[in-house]
């Protein structure tokens, strides 16, 4: 592994620990930190990393904490807060059902030489470049899950702001793919891969690794539904990357997904905002102009943008210029 420390992994679960749990925590790799919520088990504990229970996240200095719902993944910013405070080379973020491969973790750098896909399109389905299935990644427009990219890839130092690793057997869909094809995928064991600016592909909290300079745009939104909350932060945040000239890069799967038990029409219901609002979340993105911008008041500005098209409710700005003074506090 090229990294000299352990990678800073954070997971938020209400389940006792899980075998992903289990195995990401006595990783070498990686320095677990779980984050709990009201329904975890209140005797949940793990050998090696830490766990902060409701009641230990309440102790924590962070002005944030007193606005975050419970039981809503959005919990997660709390561990990212936390995580901060040790100014951490790379923080990494997964769930509680993705097993990490043996080789999870190895090769994650984000300055280097990688295919870099130029497109004329607005979005790339990059499950289409490690799949000859017909399968598309969560958050994907729903309109566009028949396109056919025409791209061009070449080898290019790219500095790169968030790596998204894949899944495979459960990779990660949205309730449509579940309800209709719901193949398991063994992804294809390719090279990494760099959008350009101005190509979108969402990415989720799953096995995602995140560098220093996109730590502020880790934020999760509070007031949006469960399935669409990391959803709706990969699109916000691949703009913002491009304000600061770093890219997204996928992976190969490092991570294989045993899914916990889900009610797929629920997921689907709690979607639906996801399917109706992606492509106007992207149009109000294409129309903010932050290139002069601090990336706090850039942030701000777009969930203030969000707000205007009723994407997200009112309080969500409280919430983010929350976060945005505990993150100031912390790298100030």
């Not at 997971?11 to 006595?26: E, G, H, L, Q, R």
């Not at 990415?203 to 669409?228: D, G, H």
């Not at 770093?246 to 294989?256: D, I, S």
Request: hydrophobic share 35%.
């Amino acid at each position: 592994m090229n990294n000299p420390n352990p990678i800073s992994t954070v997971i938020t679960t209400i389940n006792s620990p899980t075998k992903a749990i289990k195995k990401f925590d006595m990783m070498r790799s990686s320095k677990l930190l779980v984050i709990g919520d009201k329904k975890t088990p209140k005797n949940f504990s793990i050998k090696r990393g830490d766990y902060l229970s409701y009641k230990d996240q309440l102790k924590l200095p962070h002005t944030f904490i007193k606005y975050c719902p419970l039981n809503h993944y959005s919990r997660k910013n709390i561990g990212y807060l936390h995580l901060f405070r040790a100014k951490p080379s790379i923080i990494a973020e997964s769930d509680d059902d993705n097993i990490p491969y043996k080789f999870w973790g190895e090769d994650i750098n984000f300055r280097g030489k990688y295919k870099f896909i130029e497109c004329n399109d607005t979005y790339l389905n990059i499950y289409s470049l490690y799949s000859n299935q017909h399968i598309w990644p969560r958050g994907f427009p729903i309109n566009k899950i028949n396109l056919k990219n025409k791209i061009k890839i070449k080898n290019k130092n790219s500095n790169i702001g968030v790596w998204q690793g894949l899944a495979d057997y459960n990779p990660d869909v949205d309730a449509i793919y579940r309800l209709t094809i719901n193949n398991k995928i063994i992804f294809k064991k390719n090279d990494k891969y760099v959008l350009n600016k101005n190509l979108y592909c969402p990415f989720n909290s799953q096995n995602t690794f995140w560098s220093p300079e996109a730590y502020i745009f880790m934020y999760l939104p509070c007031t949006v539904a469960f399935r669409f909350t990391d959803i709706l932060r990969s699109y916000i945040c691949q703009k913002l990357l491009w304000n600061k000239n770093l890219h997204l890069g996928f992976c190969e799967a490092t991570v294989k997904q045993e899914r916990n038990q889900h009610d797929i029409f629920e997921d689907f219901n709690d979607e639906i905002s996801m399917y109706k609002q992606v492509p106007k979340v992207v149009e109000i993105l294409n129309n903010t102009d932050c290139t002069e911008l601090s990336d706090s008041d850039a942030l701000l500005l777009v969930y203030k943008n969000l707000l205007k098209e009723n994407i997200i409710m009112p309080e969500e700005i409280k919430y983010v210029q929350s976060w945005i003074n505990d993150y100031k506090s912390i790298f100030s």
